[in-house]
Nanobody, 121 residues
Framework: QVQLVESGGGLVQAGGSLRLSCAASGSFVSITFMGWYRQAPGKQRELVAGIPTGGSTNYPDSVKGRFTISRDNANNTVYLQMNSLKPEDTGVYYC???????????????WGQGTQVAVSS
């Protein structure tokens, strides 16, 4: 099994910054994707940053230029630096990691427990 442990989050005023981190551990061959999603009250979960292994980062327009995703491959950890936060960034942020459990092309997706981010105006 794979465990994801998230940290960071909290309450911040608009214009402030927060940094989230997510460490993956357990039994897997490799990581194929690491990303962050968020879910605001009454809305669907949406991708806010993704970084495939060996690929380029991707962000929706709503966070481009403000959020930065990065990986520490040696420690199987992904970070999300969030700057210039806005009230509309409020929500529960979930770490998502896709891993290969064995040799082969198939991967399995895992989710963190979620961490609350609240941005006050």
């Amino acid at each position: 099994q794979v465990q994801l442990v998230e940290s960071g989050g909290g309450l911040v005023q608009a214009g402030g910054s927060l940094r989230l981190s997510c460490a993956a551990s357990g039994s897997f061959v490799s990581i194929t994707f690491m990303g962050w999603y968020r879910q605001a009250p009454g809305k669907q979960r949406e991708l806010v940053a993704g970084i495939p292994t060996g690929g380029s980062t991707n962000y929706p327009d709503s966070v481009k230029g403000r959020f930065t995703i990065s990986r520490d491959n040696a420690n199987n950890t992904v970070y999300l630096q969030m700057n210039s936060l806005k009230p509309e960034d409020t929500g529960v942020y979930y770490c998502n990691v896709d891993v290969r459990l064995s040799v082969g092309p198939l991967s399995k997706s895992y989710w963190g427990q979620g961490t609350q981010v609240a941005v006050s105006s």
